[in-house]
């Protein structure tokens, strides 16, 4: 794999830069970009959307870039552990 994926992408939602995150392997993704900021608005609002249809849900949306599909964004689902808690119940 080509270690030539970009470090200056920012988060539309908060303007947070993007780190790369390797997708799980069954997903066949390679590297992602991902806004890892839990007090972006789009993850708090993901969140927030999700737990009216199912309060016990914990997941989330976070933004996402595929560097090998040129940059495309996505919604990266997430699962909100038990560090993140407190910050996706606002
Ligand atoms: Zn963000």
């Known amino acids: 794999m080509e270690d030539e994926i970009r470090t200056d992408r920012k988060c539309p939602h908060c303007g947070q830069l ?3 995150w390797m997708g799980p392997p069954e997903t066949g993704w390679g590297i992602l970009l991902v806004c890892n900021n839990n007090q972006c608005p789009l ?17 989330g949306f976070r933004y996402a870039e595929d560097p090998a ?22």
Request: with cysteine; charged share 20%.
């Open 18 to 20: 993007l780190e790369p």
């Open 43 to 59: 993850f708090l609002d993901s969140n927030n959307t999700v737990a009216e249809f199912n309060p016990e849900s914990k997941l």
């Open 69 to 90: 599909n040129n940059y495309t964004s996505f919604n990266l689902a997430t699962y909100c552990g038990s560090s993140y808690m407190d910050m996706c119940k606002k």
